[in-house]
Every structure is written in C-alpha cells, then in structure tokens.
Nanobody, 117 residues
Framework: EVQLAESGGGMVQPGGSLRLSCAAS????????MRWLRQAPGKEREFVAA????????NYADSVKGRFTISRDNANNMMSLQMNMMQPEDTAVYYC??????????WGQGTQVTVSS
C-alpha cells in the first residue's frame, strides 16, 4: 500500500521555523520526483517546492524562495521541508506529493501549519 505521511506541522510565531517531514512507503521513492504543496483556507492548492529523484534539481515558489529548503534522503525514503522566517501567509495545510505520469499522483494526508502571534 502506497503511503505518504507528513509530520512536523504545528503553530509558530512570525519569524520562527518549522521542519516538515514526509515518510514514503509502498513505492520506489528513490525513482520519483517529489513536491510539497500547500492549501490555505479558501484558496487553491499551490506549489511550494520540488526536488527531482536525484536531489540535484530543486525549484521553489517565489513566495518561499530564500526561506524554505527542500531535501530528501533516498536511503530512508524521506523528504523534508525546512521552513525559516515564517510569515502568517505561510499558514496552510502542507501536502507531500509524488507526481506520476501513468496514474493519479500519490498524496499524503497533509499537516497543518499555523503562523500566528
């Protein structure tokens, strides 16, 4: 059974940091490009960051560039998102995603991140 399990969400003050993790199982994680997306209340789900299967090609949304860092550990089937200098507009449910060409994407259940004073 394919599983993507996010963890590490919570509440943080503006300017603070959180680290999200995504544990993958049930598929060949090391062969997949991976992404983080987020969805704020009343808004569309949006792209946050992506990392290719080798870990060498990385992309960020402009809104998080310079503040967030995506990484992966293929040996342990894990992906992470280090979030620094967080702002209230970063408040959202964050999702781990494995895009697929030959079927529906794999998705985690999401983890809530709230930035508030």
């Amino acid at each position: 059974e394919v599983q993507l399990a996010e963890s590490g969400g919570g509440m943080v003050q503006p300017g603070g940091s959180l680290r999200l993790s995504c544990a993958a199982s049930g598929f060949a994680f090391s062969n997949y490009d991976m992404r983080w997306l987020r969805q704020a209340p009343g808004k569309e789900r949006e792209f946050v960051a992506a990392i290719d299967w080798t870990g060498s090609r990385i992309n960020y949304a402009d809104s998080v560039k310079g503040r967030f860092t995506i990484s992966r550990d293929n040996a342990n089937n894990m992906m992470s998102l280090q979030m620094n200098m967080m702002q209230p507009e970063d408040t959202a449910v964050y999702y781990c995603n494995a895009p697929r060409n030959n079927g529906p994407d794999y998705w985690g259940q999401g983890t809530q991140v709230t930035v508030s004073s």
